[in-house]
C-alpha cells in the first residue's frame, strides 16, 4: 500500500506496516504510530509533537479506532491553538 501524502481513513484502517506515519504539511504534528502487538496484531494510537518552552514533547491524543482521524486532528488543532494563547495543553496552565 502506498502511503498517502496526507492520511486519510481507508489508510489508517488499512495500514499494518509499523512505523510513524505523519499527516502532512499542515497537520499540526499530528502521526499515526502503528507498533505490533505480542499476539501478532497491530497497535495504531495517535500522537503529537509540539515545542513547548522550547523542548520537543509528544502528547499522546488515543487510540485507534476509539479516537478517529477526524478527532485527532481536532484535539491536534486545539493543542496548537492553545499553545499559541501562550499556555500549556498538557495542563492548561500559563506556559
Known amino acids: 500500500m502506498e502511503r498517502p501524502r496526507t492520511l486519510n481513513a481507508s489508510f489508517v484502517k488499512s495500514v499494518r506496516r ?3 506515519y505523519g499527516d502532512g504539511r499542515g ?3 499530528l ?3 502503528v507498533k505490533p502487538t505480542s ?3 497491530t497497535s495504531k494510537t495517535w500522537a503529537q509533537r509540539l515545542y513547548i518552552n522550547g523542548r520537543a514533547v509528544n502528547l499522546g491524543l488515543g487510540a485507534y479506532p476509539l479516537v478517529t482521524l477526524k478527532e485527532a486532528r481536532a484535539k491536534a488543532f486545539d493543542n496548537r491553538r492553545t499553545l499559541a494563547r501562550g499556555m500549556d495543553p498538557r495542563s492548561g ?3
Do not use: F
Open 39 to 41: 499476539t501478532g496484531r
Open 93 to 95: 496552565a500559563l506556559g
Open 18 to 20: 509499523p512505523g510513524r
Open 31 to 33: 502521526s499515526l504510530l
Open 27 to 29: 497537520g499540526y504534528g
